[in-house]
Nanobody, 120 residues
């Protein structure tokens, strides 16, 4: 499985931007899809953003319009830019890789997660 590590979490002031990165231990250029999920207290894990190997993107409803996912294949890294944060964005953010184009979950990889707390 792909090993993933998230960076950039921490305390974010309300209204502030968030920039996360996720680095894989191998090439990501041929991974079918990669993305970010988050899980807030008392809530189920939800999609934040995903990006396919061809560059197509998908965003969760709660972040549409203020979120951008990108990738740098040369650095084996994906990024998440999220703007105008409020307390509802407080969650553990997880990096995700889905190598299987058929979506078999046993091939998925998850990072350990990084806590993002929106607070003044």
């Amino acid at each position: 499985q792909v090993q993933l590590a998230e960076f950039g979490g921490g305390l974010v002031p309300p209204g502030g931007p968030l920039r996360l990165s996720c680095t894989a231990d191998r090439s990501i250029s041929t991974i079918w899809a990669m993305g970010w999920y988050r899980q807030a207290p008392g809530m189920e894990r939800e999609l934040v953003a995903a990006i396919g190997s061809g560059g197509d993107t998908n965003y969760g409803d709660s972040v549409k319009g203020r979120c951008t996912i990108s990738k740098d294949n040369a650095k084996n890294t994906i990024y998440l830019q999220l703007n105008n944060l409020d307390e509802t964005d407080t969650a553990v953010y997880y990096c995700h890789a889905a190598p299987d184009p058929l979506g078999a979950p046993e091939y998925d990889s998850w990072g350990p997660g990084t806590q993002v707390t929106v607070s003044s």
